[in-house]
């Protein structure tokens, strides 16, 4: 089982900054099956990045994905109030899924 | 559009069932798996299992194996997953998805509470 590791466990930033989150994987994942989700408390959780650079239906340009093999970053360049929540990534590969532990990002 | 629409909230006795119902529309149910995922209050997403909708393949998480069944009717565009033997551990909220055309769907998610 491929085993997700997400950095920082919380990030706390103000509005308008810029947020690096790190999703590392213990061995190599297809950027295909790479995305990253938001989740508010309450709610499912929301697509964001799917293949790991492409943004979901809606999501708005601030919000975007790179990286390969084992290491994988969602950057949002400038937050806005409503992106203060928890965020996973996920990998689906040797027909399993698993998901990283998210990362909080709180207002400072 | 695709959409993903789950059965209603649940409450358990522990040690009985429990079956959750997933109804997909806006895409060919037969052409993708159906996977199920859940999350306890606080806790991380935890990946349980998927069914091939066509042929009816599946793939359990080894967390689960022996206790969950996860099944698709495909006459019904709908996917199921029944946990058995309930503890108060399984007490979550379970939610279906599909990968359809490399996006990931989600269904709204159940609430299972297991209580005594």
């Known amino acids: 089982e491929i085993v997700l590791t997400q950095s920082p466990g919380t990030l706390s930033l103000s509005p308008g900054e810029r947020a690096t989150l790190s999703c590392r994987a213990s061995q190599s994942v297809s950027s295909s099956y790479l995305a990253w989700y938001q989740q508010k408390p309450g709610q499912a959780p929301r697509l964001l990045i799917y293949e790991a650079s492409n943004r979901a239906t809606g999501i708005p340009d601030r919000f975007s994905g790179s990286g390969s093999g084992t290491d994988f970053t969602l950057t949002i360049s400038r937050l806005e109030p409503e992106d203060f929540a928890v965020y996973y990534c996920q990998q689906y590969s040797d027909s399993a899924v698993t998901f990283g532990g998210g990362t909080k990002v709180e207002i400072k | 559009q695709v959409q993903l629409v789950q059965s209603g909230a649940e409450v358990k006795k522990p040690g009985a069932s429990v079956k959750v119902s997933c109804r997909a529309s806006?895409?060919?149910?037969?052409?993708?798996?159906i996977h199920w995922v859940r999350q306890a209050p606080g806790q991380r997403l935890e990946w349980m299992g998927w069914v091939n909708a066509g042929n009816g393949y599946r793939k359990y998480s080894q967390k689960f194996q022996g206790r969950v069944t996860i099944t698709g009717d495909t006459s019904a565009s709908t996917g199921y997953m029944e946990l058995s033997s309930l503890r108060s551990e399984d007490t979550a909220v379970y939610y279906c998805a599909s990968r359809v055309a490399a996006v990931w769907e989600w269904g709204q998610g159940t609430l299972v509470t297991v209580s005594s």
């Open positions: 806006g895409y060919t149910f037969s052409s993708y798996a």
